[in-house]
T-cell receptor
C-alpha cells in the first residue's frame, strides 16, 4: 500500500460527459502529480501541484484541469470526453519531510468512455 | 529534454531463467535520478529502486540487481532465477534533481512486458 488513495477505481461514461477523479496523497507529502496511461502513449505526465500551486505542466489537454486543495487532496477534471480519453489515470505524491525523489503512486482510476 | 528508451517491448522467459531489462536514458543534467517501477497485472505502480547520478555502484536486492553505467547512459535491471510472480510491465524512469516542490516529475520509458512461463 503506497498510501496514495484514488477514487473512483473504475468509471464508465459517455462521450461529451465530464468526470472528476480524486486523489489523496500520502500523509505529509506536498506534491501531487497526475499521469495518464494509455496503450499507445505509455505513461504521460499531465500536471504537478505543490502545496496548492501548479508547479509543472505536461501534455495536458485544455479540456482537462486540476487543482490541489488546502487539505492537499487533488482533483483532475476531464470534460467533453472523447473515446481517446479512455485510459488509466494515476495520481502520485512526493515531497514529504524525507523527500528522496521517488513518486508513490495510487492504484489508478480506470476511465472508459463509450 | 529528458528521454528514456526501453527498446525491448516484450520478453518471455521460462521460470528460473535470468532476464535483463535494458534502459537507456538521455539528459543534459549532471545530477539526476533513475528509477525502476513494476506494474503487475493488477495495475498499480510499485517503486523498486532509485539511483542518483553520483552513485554508480551496482545494487543487489534478493533476486533483483541493477547495473548503472554512466558512460553508456544505461540503467539495466536483471532478475535472477525468474518466477511467475515476476510477470509484469517494468518501467524505467528519470527525473532531474530538484528540491521538494520544484519540477521533479518522472519521465518514463514505454515499459517492458515480462512474461515468465512455468
Amino acid at each position: 500500500d503506497s498510501g496514495v488513495t484514488q477514487t473512483p477505481k473504475h468509471l464508465i461514461t459517455a462521450t461529451g460527459q465530464r468526470v472528476t477523479l480524486r486523489c489523496s496523497p500520502r500523509s505529509g507529502d506536498l506534491s501531487v502529480y497526475w499521469y495518464q496511461q494509455s496503450l499507445d502513449q505509455g505513461l504521460q505526465f499531465l500536471i504537478q501541484y505543490y502545496n496548492g500551486e501548479e508547479r509543472a505542466k505536461g501534455n495536458i489537454l485544455e479540456r482537462f484541469s486540476a487543482q490541489q486543495f488546502p487539505d492537499l487532496h487533488s482533483e483532475l477534471n476531464l470534460s467533453s470526453l472523447e473515446l481517446g480519453d479512455s485510459a488509466l489515470y494515476f495520481c502520485a505524491s512526493s515531497g514529504g519531510a524525507r523527500h528522496t525523489g521517488e513518486l508513490f503512486f495510487g492504484e489508478g482510476s480506470r476511465l472508459t468512455v463509450l | 529534454a529528458q528521454k528514456v528508451t526501453q527498446a525491448q517491448t516484450e520478453i518471455s522467459v521460462v521460470e528460473k531463467e535470468d532476464v535483463t531489462l535494458d534502459c537507456v536514458y538521455e539528459t543534459r543534467d549532471t545530477t539526476y535520478y533513475l528509477f525502476w517501477y513494476k506494474q503487475p497485472p493488477s495495475g498499480e505502480l510499485v517503486f523498486l529502486i532509485r539511483r542518483n547520478s553520483f552513485d554508480e555502484q551496482n545494487e543487489i536486492s534478493g533476486r533483483y540487481s541493477w547495473n548503472f553505467q554512466k558512460s553508456t547512459s544505461s540503467f539495466n535491471f536483471t532478475i535472477t532465477a525468474s518466477q511467475v510472480v515476476d510477470s509484469a510491465v517494468y518501467f524505467c524512469a528519470l527525473s532531474e534533481e530538484r528540491p521538494p516542490g520544484a519540477n521533479s516529475k518522472l519521465t518514463f520509458g514505454k515499459g517492458i512486458t515480462l512474461s515468465v512461463r512455468p
